[in-house]
């Protein structure tokens, strides 16, 4: 066995692969496994985006966790998924005069579900009013634009 691992390290002092050895080794630890990557991979990024968030009736925001039982980005796929399913809902009604109200509508469905969500009935956070917010941030001539708009407010 001494004489496997003398050859190994042989091969690995002439061929320079210590490096490849350490750098595998470590993404192993990690649990990477290209294609099957835990880390973002992006080839370009879109020059706009959004997030949402819960905020309170003065406006303070909340937070996400124990207010919703979930974090703001599985808050923000839950917005938009319900927005989704809201414009579908209106196109196939025939109605494109109310696809703007679609955001309102879904946001409102949303913050519903999250007032009777088992963690905010058992940590008891949820105030009398709860808000939703949308963030729009634009890159626009090479500087970052951000508009806040309220969604939806229940009560």
């Known amino acids: 066995m001494t004489r496997i691992a003398r050859k190994i390290a042989t091969f690995v002092r002439r061929t320079e692969t210590l490096p490849l050895l350490v750098i595998t080794a470590a993404c ?3 649990k990477e496994f290209y294609p099957l990557s835990h880390f973002p991979m992006y080839s370009s990024f879109a020059s706009r985006t959004h997030y949402v968030y819960l905020a309170d009736g003065n406006g303070r925001p909340l937070p996400t966790f124990p207010t919703a039982g979930m ?4 808050l923000k796929k839950v917005y938009d998924h319900a927005l989704r399913e809201e414009r579908t809902r ?7 005069d109310a696809a703007g109200g679609a955001s309102e509508v879904a946001a409102e469905r949303v913050l519903r579900t999250v007032q009777g969500s088992p963690a905010a009935r ?6 009398q009013v709860l808000r939703m917010y949308r963030v729009d941030i634009e890159l626009v001539t090479h500087r970052f634009e951000k508009r806040t708009t309220l969604l ?3 009560r």
Do not use: D, Q, R
């Open 71 to 74: 974090n703001t980005p599985a």
């Open 90 to 96: 209106i196109k196939s009604l025939g109605n494109t």
């Open 122 to 127: 058992t940590a008891g956070t949820t105030p």
């Open 28 to 30: 192993l630890f990690c």
């Open 152 to 154: 939806a407010e229940v």
